[in-house]
T-cell receptor
């Protein structure tokens, strides 16, 4: 059983388009995250949600809008895609907001390529 | 601010060699420290963690000790295998927020 799943795995699109990435976790966790990993493997948090409530928003452009319909899902919608948005996007989840002790479980990633 | 610095890769070793990947951190207070591993084409997974000074985390033959005096959390393994080839991330986190701060990652390649 997949703990954290993302769709699609690969996404190739033109500049200016709008796209969404979906994430689902079946671990019963309360907290979910989106991370961006650039071409040099540098990983940075974008958003976190706890029980559908936004907790962290790391100065991400307004073109990125996360949506959490329920605590098992956290989708990422991106408007007006730009070349610099090309990256691998990882979804993750953890039991709670206890960052010191809770393990984060990562999805397999979505490789976004903007042409 | 809080940050994590890792040794730059790539690191290439022969099978059964001894591995050290250095990690130092800058932080206020007392964070927990983690090593995550990313195998090719996969997401990150927790390798080991330590939540207080002098704690040693261990898993799959890897070890790291939380050294507050040197602000370090170096990853070691006595005898690496080809299957250990991956990217390794050092990270820290606080209880006051769910945010993890990752290092830049170190790519490890093991030759048969």
């Amino acid at each position: 059983d997949t703990a954290v799943s993302q769709t699609p795995k690969y996404l190739v699109t033109q500049m200016g388009n709008d796209k969404s990435i979906k994430c689902e976790q079946n671990l019963g966790h309360d907290t979910m995250y989106w991370y961006k990993q650039d071409s040099k493997k540098f990983l940075k948090i974008m958003f976190s949600y706890n029980n559908k409530e936004l907790i962290i928003n790391e100065t991400v452009p307004n073109r990125f809008s996360p949506k959490s319909p329920d605590k098992a899902h956290l989708n990422l919608h991106i408007n007006s895609l730009e070349l610099g948005d090309s990256a691998v996007y990882f979804c993750a989840s953890s039991q709670s907001l206890a960052g010191r002790t809770d393990t984060q479980y990562f999805g397999p990633g979505t490789r976004l390529t903007v042409l | 601010g809080n940050s994590v610095t890792q040794m730059e890769g790539p690191v290439t070793l022969s099978e059964e060699a001894f591995l050290t990947i250095n990690c130092t951190y800058t932080a206020t207070g007392y964070p927990s420290l983690f090593w995550y591993v990313q195998y090719p084409g996969e997401g990150l997974q927790l390798l080991l963690k330590a939540t207080k000074a002098d704690d040693k985390g261990s898993n799959k033959g890897f070890e790291a000790t939380y050294r507050k005096e040197t602000t370090s959390f170096h990853l070691e393994k006595g005898s690496v295998q080809v299957s250990d080839s991956a990217v390794y991330f050092c990270a820290l986190a606080y209880s006051s927020a769910s945010k993890i701060i990752f290092g830049s990652g170190t790519r490890l390649s093991i030759r048969p």
